[in-house]
Structures are given as structure tokens and as C-alpha cells.
């Protein structure tokens, strides 16, 4: 494969992913990921970011970099917006191959280099707003981003261009389907780049939603012609458009989340199961959207990705040993690291000798300020009269969510 011109003097030098490995070692990519670095060439040479040592990647992006008629003994720096192992793993064999190359990244950046890898020698720090000029009309400026998503992380931005490379901010999950550009997704695909966008940002990014605010207030006054993150597509046609849909994600946590329902459930023997189709009926009766997952069948990723999104969550777990039924107790877990905070929620559930799940659920839904609705349990199976009183709460639940404005 050979590199993509994105603008004169720049091209996409990455590689797409398709592997069954987790990323992170927590979430995963069916449909792989992209690991976009970059070449800017003037008069001296830069790329930025680099890529982990997976399924070929370093070989593909060597192939590629040879494609424009450059060798890495040609580079002169190495830009690393962001330290995370994905953007950085191949920096160790790449200093072997091109030694010359200086290594630039944020003040904090750099000790993360000398940790990292053991590389003390060739570094450069660079302070927010500094710039380096290549020559031949290519200038690059730094804007430090912490905590979107790590503490060193920054953006670089090329002045003449006006490519803005955005790091992990804008990026998404998903192997780009022969394209790189927004302007090139057919119609039918959209649906998949949003989506593996959302969950890549309610997985990744979520935590540090005030950040990406920040970030965003700080280059609103930037004129942007692409904006070029590490993974997903590259947006050239309205670069504005993925700011947006970022804007969106970041205000979620705040209660601007979207008017659907996230229902999870689990069950022992069959007796919350029984009551599930009766919530559901409720919810399907007001015609408010729902996405229901089986704990712990259904893959957190994705669980967190819909929890995040909406702002109505249904919970539909048994007492176990007077406790929360430990599959759905680590769900609720993996929700609190994630901070996915002002909800609404409705739990409902069965018990057999005693009740105690709905305690340790009040603990939670106070952590998370979550608003309550008035819960169901019941003893064993459910009567007509429990399944009938679970239609008219989830009913009534669903209403709630619809009718808020």
C-alpha cells in the first residue's frame, strides 16, 4: 500500500488493524482500527505519531514512508502528540533505524520517552504554542491538550495547511473501509463510523469529557481545513462536523444525553427474564428508543457506549446471597469508573429467601446521582400482578424520559 496525499508536502502514512487482540487489553475490535500517523515534509521531514508493533503495522508503515521517497534515514523528527503504546511502541526500533531523527513531545511527554523506552538521548520538549518550522513552507505548531485523554497529550498544527493532528481526539474505532476521508464513506457506512466513534469515545475518552470541552474552547478561534486524528477517517470536506459530533459526546455526562433507554438484565433462573418482557413491553409502549443487553453475556464495550449515549437506564437484575447479582454488580463497576453520571433508572428484580440487591443498588445510583424511579421486586416468580405492575412503571419510566425537555 502506498502513502495518501492529504494536502501538498503531507500524507497518511498509517495502517489498518485487523486483529482480534483487545485494545487496551479491555475492549474489542471486531472490525479492527486504523493507526493513522502522518509525513509533513518541507525542507526537513516529520511524521507524527508512530504505531504499536501489531499485525505488521511498523513493516506497512515503512512500505509506505518508501512510497513517497523517503527513508527513516531521511526523517529529522519524530512528533509524539500523545505516549499511549498504540501511537509509540515501534519508537524503540525506529530510533535504531534512524537515529538522527529528533524526538519531540510535550515537557511530560518526554520523561514518559525516557520510561517508556529508555531513550534519553535526541529529545525534544516543546512548551504549549511553540513552533517548528521545516522550511519549504511547512510550520508546525503545538498545542498542549492534557488529559484528552492522557496528561501529556497535545495537537499539532500546520500553519500553512492548516491541518490540525488531533491525536486521539476526533479519532474512532473501526478499519477504514478503503478510504481514508470523510468525503469518500458511502451512504450505508456512516452508521458504522458514527457508532465505532461513540464507543470508541465512551471507552476511551469518556472520563475526560471536560477536557475535550476545554480542548475544543481553546481551538475555536483555529482555522481548520483537516482535521487528522490517530484513528478513524480524516476529515477534509467539514472537519467541523466531527468537532460537533465530539462537542455532543463530551456533553453528555452533564445531562444532555439522548432521549433513549439502555435496559440491562440479568438473570438467574428465569424468574427477572419473565419480568424483563413485561419491562420491555412498557418502554415499547411509549415509543421511546431502547437498547437491551443480557449481563453478562453482552461485552461491556458496548454496554458502556449505549449507557453513555442515554439518559434513561433500565436495570433488571435478582438478589444474590442479599446482594446485587455479581454480573450485573461489575457492569454497574465498570459504569462508575467511567463516571457516566446524571441518569435516570429503574431497576426491578426477583429474590428468593431475602431482598438486599436493591440496597447495594441505592448505594450506586447515589454515587452516580442517578435519579431513581420507584423500583419492583418481587419473591420467586412474578404473579400477573407483578408483570402487570412492571409494564405500567417501565411505561411510566419511558414517559419520563420522552416528556423531559
Not at 482535521?227 to 456533553?251: D, M, T
Not at 409502549?285 to 437506564?313: C, H, T, W
Request: aromatic share 12%.
Amino acid at each position: 500500500m502506498t502513502a495518501i496525499e492529504i494536502k501538498p508536502g503531507i500524507w497518511w502514512i498509517g495502517v489498518n488493524v485487523r486483529s482480534h487482540d483487545l485494545f487496551e487489553g479491555l475492549w474489542p475490535i471486531p472490525h479492527g482500527v486504523s493507526l493513522n500517523s502522518y509525513l509533513v515534509k518541507g525542507e526537513k521531514t516529520a511524521i507524527i505519531d508512530l504505531v504499536r508493533e501489531w499485525s505488521g503495522s511498523s513493516r506497512n508503515l515503512l512500505t509506505q514512508l518508501h512510497s513517497t521517497g523517503i527513508a527513516p534515514q531521511d526523517v529529522d523528527y519524530v512528533i509524539l502528540n500523545h505516549l499511549e503504546p498504540d501511537h509509540t511502541e515501534f519508537v524503540q526500533n525506529f530510533r535504531r533505524i534512524a537515529p538522527q531523527a529528533v524526538i519531540i513531545s510535550t515537557p511530560k511527554g518526554i520523561e514518559m520517552t525516557k520510561h517508556f523506552f529508555g531513550i534519553t538521548e535526541g529529545l525534544k520538549a516543546v512548551e504549549d504554542g511553540e513552533q517548528l518550522d521545516l522550511g519549504g513552507g511547512k510550520r508546525l505548531l503545538f498545542v498542549h491538550t492534557p488529559f484528552v485523554h492522557w496528561p501529556e497529550t497535545m495537537m499539532t498544527y500546520e500553519l500553512t495547511t492548516k491541518v490540525l493532528f488531533s491525536c486521539d481526539a476526533f479519532g474512532g474505532f473501526g478499519a477504514l473501509k478503503g478510504i481514508l476521508f470523510d468525503d469518500q464513506v458511502q451512504e450505508s457506512d456512516w452508521a458504522f463510523y458514527y457508532d465505532e466513534m461513540l464507543r470508541y469515545y465512551a471507552n476511551i475518552v469518556a472520563n475526560f469529557s471536560r477536557m475535550v470541552l476545554r480542548a475544543i474552547d481553546k481551538l475555536a478561534g483555529t482555522e481548520v481545513s483537516v482535521i487528522a486524528p490517530s484513528h478513524g477517517l480524516v476529515w477534509r470536506k467539514n472537519p467541523g462536523e466531527v468537532v460537533a459530533y465530539y462537542k455532543k459526546f463530551a456533553e453528555y455526562p452533564t445531562g444532555k444525553a439522548e432521549k433513549g433507554i439502555t435496559l440491562l438484565w440479568s438473570s438467574m433462573y428465569g424468574n427477572t427474564k419473565i419480568a424483563t418482557d413485561a419491562v420491555m413491553r412498557g418502554i415499547a409502549r411509549e415509543q421511546v428508543p431502547m437498547e437491551v443487553f443480557e449481563v453478562p453475556l453482552a461485552d461491556e464495550s458496548y454496554i458502556l457506549a449505549s449507557v453513555f449515549k442515554n439518559k434513561g437506564v433500565v436495570v433488571g437484575a435478582p438478589t444474590y446471597e442479599t446482594k446485587l447479582f455479581p454480573p450485573m454488580a461489575h457492569v454497574l463497576d465498570s459504569i462508575m469508573r467511567k463516571n457516566m453520571t446524571n441518569k435516570k433508572v429503574f431497576r426491578y428484580g426477583s429474590y428468593g429467601w431475602s431482598g438486599g440487591a436493591q440496597r447495594e443498588f441505592d448505594a450506586i445510583a447515589q454515587t452516580l446521582k442517578w435519579e431513581q424511579f420507584t423500583p419492583l421486586e418481587f419473591q420467586g416468580a412474578p404473579t400477573l400482578e407483578d408483570l402487570h405492575k412492571a409494564e405500567e412503571l417501565a411505561a411510566a419510566f419511558a414517559r419520563s424520559i420522552r416528556e423531559e425537555g
